[in-house]
């Protein structure tokens, strides 16, 4: 009875859009948490029993589908394609967990005041912390909204091109940090130099050390600071530092600046390609719209309206309107270029019924859309090498056969001879034995 339970729930699983049933559910969630925060803030961190009630629900909720979900995927879940995914949501019900528990041990301590007052406890300072993590939870989201699962995964993927952009970055800060640093304290230290206090103190302020350095150079090319505030007291040391900070400002924001957006961009690019999920969602969404497209396009093709007409295409129909601007805008859109009707046609009617389905067409179309691809030459590659072998066996095997027939004919021309002569020669009759024939031709021999 247990196995059977299983088996339902694990059918379930597979055939159904058990992903897409559990959306709601985190949607609910995530408003939830949000209001829920929003009445603690309130209400002086006093919270209702409904709302503790609704955190199980939804707590006991996400324990079930991780159980079924472990169950069904097993170490799939944390070593598959989705591994992140699947840690994450038990990182999640391990916080729920944890909230719940928090909340209970609270109970059995007999206190009803929130968290800040007993915020002297150090357990307590875990117990903030937990509430804190709850908002991990809206996390969730990502994975059922395909658009923002996209957008996440590729952030997540472009980290690593993140770390070696700062560390260039930081750098590239902290040389020209160094020089600067090192330049101001030397002017700042002549005794002839003369400038105005507020120019002074801003040089100390800014490049005074080299961390100050740093800093006022990272917050010149990210808007921190206008990067005019630190061009007049530069001004003053000697033109060649404002030469320097300026090709410093122009080398970081047009080329170090462009270069990782670029990186970023087409790291970006390659995680969307990369995607599975999103990857199948896209060819099914384009399949379905080019479907949907062409039924539309070819609706007016059963002028008569048959019915049995109505999902099939015959050259006539497509001849006739090969020429109309919605078809050729439609293929155009298939970076499709028809300009032999006939031909094409026939590359579609494999069975050369002289019709073809919307869905054979379509596909048709969609096969021969684009350049060529890899499969599409290893196919021809293949091909071309089992009709070139077929061909070499036929060619040996028509050869065998024909010096066989060379040979028959030759014995026979040599039997109606000597029928017609009435004589058998030493010379045809060596021939008959040497080359074996067995043949059943009546010779005439003079008694």
Known sequence: MVGLCWASLDAAYKHMSWHESFAPEV?????????????????????????????YVFSSLFLVELCLRLYVEGKDLYCGEDWMWGWLDTFIV?????????????????????????????????????????????????????????LVSSIVNTLKSLFWALVLLALIVYVFGVVFAQATNDYLKDPETEMPEVYRDSLKVRFGTVLDSML????????????????????????????????????????????????????AIESAQNDHAAVVQNILENKETHMRKLRQLFTKFNADGNAELEATITFPMFE?????????????????????????????DLDEGGAVSVDEFLMGCLRFRGPARAMDVGKLLRDQTWLMKAQSRFQAHAEVELRD??????????????DASGVLTPRS????QSDGYNGSVCLAVPE
Not at 39 to 52: A, L
């Open 27 to 55: 949607i609910v969630n995530t408003v939830f948490i949000g209001l829920d925060v929003q009445y603690t803030i309130w209400n002086d961190g006093v919270q209702p029993v409904g709302f503790h009630v609704a955190s």
């Open 94 to 150: 391990f916080t729920a967990l944890w909230d719940i528990v928090v909340d209970v041990w609270m109970a059995a301590q007999g206190t009803s005041e929130s968290v800040a007052d007993v915020s002297g406890l150090r357990a307590f300072r875990i117990i903030r912390i937990t509430r804190i993590v709850k908002a991990v939870r809206l996390m969730r989201i990502f994975r059922f909204v395909m658009a923002l699962r996209m």
């Open 216 to 267: 006022s150079l990272f917050m010149s090319i990210t808007d921190g600071i206008s990067y005019v505030e630190l061009l007049m007291p530069v001004s003053y040391m000697s033109s060649v530092w404002v030469f320097v900070f300026l090709f410093y400002v122009s080398f970081t924001y047009f080329a170090v600046l462009n270069v990782v957006t670029g990186v970023f961009c087409h790291s």
């Open 320 to 348: 006739e309107k090969i020429g109309t601007e919605a078809v050729r805008e439609y293929f155009e859109s298939l970076s499709l270029d028809v300009w032999d009707a006939w031909s094409f046609f026939k590359l579609l």
């Open 405 to 418: 027939l060379k040979t028959q004919l030759n014995l026979i021309v040599d039997a109606l001879q000597r």
């Open 429 to 432: 009759l060596s021939s008959t």
